[in-house]
Nanobody, 122 residues
Framework: QVEIVESGGGLVQAGESLKLSCTASGPIRRVSVMGWYRQVPGKERELVADITGSGTITYADFVKGRFTLSRDSAQNAIHLQMNSLKPEDTAVYYC????????????????WGRGTQVTISS
């Protein structure tokens, strides 16, 4: 089974930095897209940043210039460097991986991590 493991959340003060990491493991033939989403209570989950298999990165407007997404293709891992954090960045951050699974059959599927809490104090 494909597993998504996230790490790096925590509590920091406004203006400080955090780095989130996510690794996808298991019977993965190819990764199409990996990215980070976030969600606060009462609101829909929203895209923070993602990267395609060809390396195209998309950022949400609210993180441009502050967050940087990078990838370690060999490890099916992505990292989100978050700088100049604001209280409004407080949320549960979820990693998403859209992959091609190879388990006898080959099929495409999206997987979510369990989420990691990021809290920014003012």
């Amino acid at each position: 089974q494909v597993e998504i493991v996230e790490s790096g959340g925590g509590l920091v003060q406004a203006g400080e930095s955090l780095k989130l990491s996510c690794t996808a493991s298991g019977p993965i033939r190819r990764v199409s897209v990996m990215g980070w989403y976030r969600q606060v209570p009462g609101k829909e989950r929203e895209l923070v940043a993602d990267i395609t298999g060809s390396g195209t990165i998309t950022y949400a407007d609210f993180v441009k210039g502050r967050f940087t997404l990078s990838r370690d293709s060999a490890q099916n891992a992505i990292h989100l460097q978050m700088n100049s954090l604001k209280p409004e960045d407080t949320a549960v951050y979820y990693c998403n991986a859209q992959v091609q699974v190879s388990r006898g059959l080959i099929y495409d599927r999206a997987f979510w991590g369990r989420g990691t809490q990021v809290t920014i104090s003012s």
